[in-house]
């Protein structure tokens, strides 16, 4: 399993943006979508992340409710990104792994290149 993301880009405060992850590769439900991100001078940190089904869906108390997570028929995963904030600048990763929805980084096993997100405000 592959996957690139992109979509980043420079956005005013308030603005929104949103985010893509090609997958290429063999998945299965079962497969899980994550999205992480790393502000300057700080550790990556979790965004949000998917089941297959999209019957769990987890999410940053940073994003509730501004953040979507989703992915189409193609298995192309999506973060659309409203209201967003200067602190929401940083460099986004999608991230992929088998099992169940988890928060930790270290349990994906596929990772995207990044894509870079700066809110200006």
């Known amino acids: 399993v592959q996957l690139q993301a992109s979509g980043g880009g420079l956005v005013q405060a308030g603005g929104s943006l949103r985010l893509s992850c090609a997958v290429s590769?063999?998945?299965?439900?079962?497969?899980?979508m994550g999205w992480f991100r790393q502000a300057p001078g700080k550790e990556r940190e979790f965004v949000a992340a998917?089941?297959?089904?999209?019957?769990?869906v987890n999410y940053a108390d940073s994003v509730k409710g501004r953040f979507s997570i989703s992915r189409d028929a193609e298995n192309t995963g999506y973060l659309q990104m409203n209201a967003l904030k200067a602190e929401d600048t940083a460099v986004y990763y999608c991230?992929?792994?088998?099992?169940?929805?988890?928060?930790?980084?270290?349990?994906?096993?596929?990772w995207g290149q990044g894509t870079q997100v700066t809110v200006s405000s």
């Open positions: 991230a992929g792994r088998y099992g169940s929805v988890s928060t930790f980084q270290r349990y994906y096993r596929f």
């Open positions: 998917r089941s297959w089904s999209g019957d769990i």
């Open positions: 590769g063999r998945t299965v439900p079962g497969y899980v």
